[in-house]
């Protein structure tokens, strides 16, 4: 099948499957981190006692919208334009 038959093809299938949100969300993901290799994956379980291994004590799960550093959403670190960079993040906080 030819390349741009099969983009078409999942155009429809994306706009049939998706709401206007997650297709934004999607097109944020792709166009902002084309090609992005993870060599370590993470659970809340394991990164927490990564964390707890490397001395901190008070450790909290996070959204990507809050933080106890002042003004954090001023940063747009894992939002862009209200939507989540990557959903599938885990976003935690740790203090020594």
Not at 9 to 34: A, C, G, T
Not at 50 to 76: M, R, V
Request: net charge positive; aromatic share 10%; charged share 25%.
């Amino acid at each position: 099948m030819h390349r741009s038959v099969i983009n078409r093809i999942k155009r429809i299938l994306i706009n049939l499957l998706l709401n206007n949100k997650e297709q934004e969300q999607l097109k944020i993901v792709n166009s902002d981190f084309p090609g992005k290799v993870h060599y370590w994956t993470y659970d809340r379980f394991w990164l927490k006692r990564l964390i707890q291994q490397a001395g901190s004590k008070k450790i909290s799960i996070k959204n990507p919208n809050e933080s106890d550093i002042p003004d954090w959403n001023a940063y747009e670190l894992d939002v862009k334009g209200g939507c989540v960079i990557d959903p599938t993040s885990i976003f935690m906080e740790a203090t020594k």
